[in-house]
């Protein structure tokens, strides 16, 4: 009678498991964007006028510039920026964090350095330095020739795809933790079928942004980039499919209903590359996935601080992780925000200008590394800094 009771108490127990609570691990694992882009469709659909004024393609020489609204920029201080520290904060916490990931906190950024010193090295400023250097600076990526400028293209083709990789697999291992989390372990048949679904929206996230940048115009793209596009609602059909069959089949082998939460991620992800492949046109549209993926990515680190502080003092309260949330968005301002402005404000020399866009780029890339580095599953020690607060499970 005692056992039977047990087994019926467990399901109940289980529903309460959570990273912070079930409803809030919905919003923010994929829930709120989604809801967010339905709402977004709904007025795109009511106020044609409105989208109008953020066609990038439309000829509209008034067409809006999205850096001078307010709640994009607070957005993206707020949330977008500091999830790139947050890593920082992970991964430099102690010398012990650096022995173990020292590709992470070593090698990589060392490689990184050294090609934006050899670039800048590299660099000869265009025939007419009259110009402001924002437009020198434009003119030696147009010109499409030179060390500098194949180097910084490079850079710029890996840090557009790498994050795509970067959002998609994070949001895998999502999808992993929150089944595991509910005792749902997926076979590697299962893992290849619902894995298929991020790496489909990887390609897609690819050709989408190499499509919107000058690389179009290379001859070599221009021949099977646009052709590329035509297929992404095949390819994303298709793995659609084979990621709820993956789901079904871990319900059919476990008997047990796959956690809404599990789902979400995988959901959230396609629902993204929908929003940007139909509204690709309007500027802006990416920031709604940039600001979904941060959200995502803060939920975890945020635990995590969280747990560690309560196992250092249980009587903490939340002050401390609103100060280090707050330093966490002030250094993301003094990183991507405080020296671009003020070398084009002050009309710096171009190789300052230079080395700041390439600069921000390679901590972009870092940060995609590192994000691949710590968060395995098979990272005990990460995965018993993330469940804490649950106790020994």
Same mark, same amino acid.
């Given at each position: ?23 809030? *691990? ?28 953020? *066609? ?40 012990? @964090? ?32 009259? @110009? ?37 697999? @994070? ?138 502080? #309560? ?16 330093? #966490?968005?002030?250094?993301?301002? #003094? ?21 700041? @866009? ?12 590192? *994000? ?22």
């Amino acid at each position: 009678m005692n056992n039977n009771g047990k087994k019926n108490a467990a399901p109940s127990i289980n529903a309460r498991v959570a990273i912070w609570h079930p409803v809030v *691990d919905f919003l923010l694992v994929g829930g709120a964007s989604i809801i967010g882009g339905i709402a977004l469709i709904v007025w795109f659909t009511n106020y044609q006028e409105w989208v109008l004024t953020f *066609d990038r393609f439309g000829g509209n020489e008034r067409t809006r510039d999205i850096s001078q609204f307010w709640f994009f920029w607070i957005l993206a201080l707020v949330i977008n920026y500091p999830h790139v520290m947050a890593s920082y904060r992970l991964l430099y916490r102690s010398k012990a @964090q650096i022995s173990k990931f020292r590709w992470s906190a070593i090698y990589v950024p060392s490689i990184l350095l050294v090609l934006c010193i050899a670039t800048l090295i590299a660099l000869i400023a265009p025939a007419d330095t009259t @110009q402001s250097v924002r437009m020198q600076f434009e003119v030696i990526l147009n010109s499409n020739s030179g060390i500098s400028a194949g180097i910084f293209t490079s850079l710029s083709v890996i840090n557009v795809v790498y994050l795509g990789w970067h959002y998609n697999m @994070q949001g895998w291992r999502m999808t992993e933790t929150f089944a595991g989390m509910r005792g749902i372990e997926f076979s590697s048949h299962e893992q290849r079928m619902i894995k298929s679904g991020f790496l489909a929206m990887v390609f897609t996230h690819a050709v989408l942004w190499l499509a919107w940048t000058p690389l179009l115009e290379v001859t070599l793209f221009k021949t099977w980039l646009p052709m590329l596009t035509l297929w992404l609602p095949v390819v994303g059909g298709i793995a659609f499919v084979l990621g709820g069959l993956g789901f079904y089949g871990a319900y059919q082998r476990t008997g047990k209903w796959i956690p809404i939460n599990a789902i979400t991620p995988w959901v959230a992800s396609f629902f993204w590359y929908y929003l940007v492949t139909q509204y690709h046109s309007i500027v802006g549209i990416a920031v709604v996935v940039h600001v979904a993926h941060a959200l995502q990515y803060l939920s975890f680190t945020n635990r995590i601080e969280r747990n560690l502080q #309560l196992a250092k003092n249980p009587k903490t309260n939340v002050v401390k992780s609103v100060l280090l949330m707050l330093a #966490l968005i002030m250094c993301g301002y #003094l990183v991507f925000i405080v020296p671009s402005f003020i070398a084009e404000k002050n009309n710096w020399s171009l190789h300052v200008l230079f080395g700041v @866009q390439l600069f921000i780029i390679a901590v972009n890339i870092h940060h995609y590394f590192i *994000d691949s580095d710590i968060w395995k599953a098979n990272d005990l020690e990460m995965r018993r800094s993330l469940f804490l607060h649950l106790g020994e499970r």
